[in-house]
């Protein structure tokens, strides 16, 4: 049982807009920046939203990060074949001392 | 450029021990915390272990307190983690992932693409 909940699957077809939520606590999400990452078998998982919707240098601005209270979401505008992909929240928790992952959000670009 | 690259893995019987290893080039590794970070199969990602540059403050996941010991050597470049008494769901990819911090928040940025841990008799 992960700390952060995410939906374990979505989908959306070429160009379409696609979010993903992610729900915790006031210990995690409540008052810490929430990170998104992109997981491609084989590859390292890749950071593509940090802080209040940063984007490391090289990630499309299709890709976007929203936070409101103990929720955060991330949203993948003009969604193509290659973004097909597992999605993962994080955050630090201070209750835990510790970082924190969602489950984990399967994306089918159908 | 920022890279790493684990090493170390591998298959070990149940109760047996493993050390991991994370070497680290492109950066200043000795002002960076670093952590690992594993995947077992089918699941999502479990932090594991946290190390600040300095050693001084490190941190473990309660569920493996005691078992497993993360260690740096900065003039080496590398990250380390001794696993002992492993179990069967300790089966995993094993990631070591960095900490940077920027404009107040601290991310995982970089990350290497893991050796895969396989306990099993």
């Known amino acids: 049982q992960s700390v952060l909940t995410q939906p374990p699957s979505a989908s959306g077809t070429p160009g379409q807009r696609v979010t993903i939520s992610c729900s915790g606590s006031s210990s995690n999400i409540g008052g810490k920046s929430v990170n998104w990452y992109q997981l491609v078998p084989g590859t390292a998982p890749k950071l593509l939203i940090y802080g209040v919707n940063q984007r490391p240098s090289g990630v499309p601005d299709r890709f976007s990060g929203s936070k409101s209270g103990t929720s955060a979401s991330l949203a993948i505008s003009g969604l193509q074949s290659e973004d097909e992909a597992d999605y993962y929240c994080a955050t630090w928790d201070d209750s835990l001392s510790g970082w924190v992952f969602g489950g984990g959000t399967k994306l089918t670009v159908v | 450029e920022v890279q790493l690259v684990e090493s170390g893995g591998g298959l070990v019987k149940p109760g047996g021990s493993l050390r991991l290893s994370c070497a680290a080039s492109g950066f200043a590794f000795s002002s960076y915390t670093m952590n690992w970070v594993r995947q077992a199969p089918g699941k999502g990602l479990e932090w594991v272990s946290s190390i600040s540059s300095s050693t001084l403050y490190i941190y473990y996941t309660d569920s493996l307190k005691g078992r497993f010991t993360i260690s740096r050597d900065n003039a080496k470049n590398s990250l380390y983690l001794q696993m002992s008494s492993l179990r069967a769901e300790d089966t995993a990819v094993y990631y070591c992932?960095?900490?940077?911090?920027?404009?107040?928040?601290?991310?995982?940025?970089?990350w290497g693409q893991g050796t895969l841990v396989t306990v099993s008799s």
């Open positions: 992932a960095r900490v940077t911090c920027s404009g107040g928040t601290c991310p995982l940025d970089y």
